[in-house]
């Protein structure tokens, strides 16, 4: 699926998205139901006598051209065999938003693809902007990250809950509600610049999706369907969250300027091997990650800017600082250490190896990643 949304981001183009919308009429005193699969009245309908009039044409007027394009079914065949009420999925496809200034968006296999125009959006690095505001809104929805390469811009979702209507859901909600249907969803997410074109494309797919009912399966694997409307209902989602009352909004009042926050993301280098990703220039990554070390427990041994090597002796701090500072620990025991800083993609990337000069182990890396990039944000940002 990766490697599927990889190659649609390459291949989707600005284009004019048309999506066919379904009306529903419905009496002004009837109540919209709260699932998009209700009809608004229910399904009265199918106790309701059909009604055979007689079919009058005026003689002037009595020769008809028939198209078999819309061919009515026969009324002779057995209407049992015929699709009806709940057995007919009646929700309504999904439109994805394009609130963002300079973006369109379309569907693609299934994929749900946003691509901003960078000339009329007016920011630089928009794929690095639009990247940052992906994590914050995963951390604010406690989404969790089953796979991430910050290098590259691409995650795998872990799994999370919402409704029908892609309202998150909560055990609670659960436990209180029993007609309550869950929904859970996993997807994979990338973000793409392509520069030749001035165009940065987000890309949300589902990769997985169970739907349950008082703890029992319902639902068997999605279809086309499906895919395309819950990627759409995720990209949304995510697009909504950018809508801000605050300074830093376009006329769109969607929020879109980079807010200068520094943050530290996991990826891999261009050796495969795990590295924090810095979304800072290496000038700035250099001068601050010098003199944040001392603060964090590590002491300055070489450093040679030119090479981009930072040699340290490591020894813990006492728990207070990391309660203090509401950080992990790192887990690393007391012991010699080499970051190596360097620039890939665009972006700075830090890579740590141990006394022997081999790269960290990755179990161990990623016990360390948290509470090391959280220092990074910290130290960065004040």
Known sequence: MKSRISTNVTAAMVVTASVLLSGCSFYLTDLLHDSPKSANNGFRYLNTDADRLKFAVDPEHSNFNFNEKYYIQNENINPDDAMVGKQ???????????????????????????????????????????????????????????????????????????????????????????????????????????????????????????????????????????????????????????????????????????????????????????????????????????????????????????RGIVDVDYDEPSDSFFTSNGIDNYVIEDDKYRFQVGIENGKTVITIFNNLKQPLSDDLFLKMYSGFARSIELEFNK
């Not at 300079?102 to 007016?122: F, H, I, P």
């Not at 859901?169 to 990338?190: C, F, G, H, Q, W």
């Not at 969250?241 to 200068?260: I, N, P, Q």
């Open 88 to 306: 007919i999925d009646i929700t309504a496809p999904i439109q994805i938003l394009d609130s963002i200034p300079g973006s369109v968006s379309t569907l693609k296999n299934n994929v749900a693809v946003m691509s901003v125009d960078t000339y009329e959006s007016g920011y630089e690095n928009y794929d690095n902007i639009l990247w940052d505001k992906f994590l914050n809104y995963l951390k604010t929805n406690n989404i969790g990250i089953e796979k991430i390469d910050s290098l590259n811009n691409t995650l795998s979702t872990g799994w999370f809950s919402v409704d029908v209507n892609f309202n998150r859901i909560t055990p609670k909600m659960l436990a209180d509600n029993d007609d309550l249907e869950e929904y859970r969803v996993k997807y994979d997410v990338a973000i793409k610049s392509v520069p030749e074109k001035h165009i940065v494309q987000m890309a949300a797919a589902l990769t997985n999706f169970k739907v349950y009912h008082q703890g029992d399966r319902i639902y068997a694997d999605p279809d086309s369907f499906v895919q395309s409307r819950y990627s759409s209902l995720f990209l949304n989602d995510f697009i909504s969250s950018l809508h801000g009352g605050s300074a830093a909004t376009g006329d769109s009042g969607v929020t879109v300027a980079h807010t200068g926050y520094i943050t530290a993301s996991l990826g891999r280098d261009k050796n495969g091997q795990y590295a924090w990703v810095i979304n800072a220039d290496y000038e700035t990554v250099w001068n601050r990650f010098i003199k944040m070390l001392p603060a964090c427990g590590f002491e300055v041994l070489l450093n040679e800017k030119t």
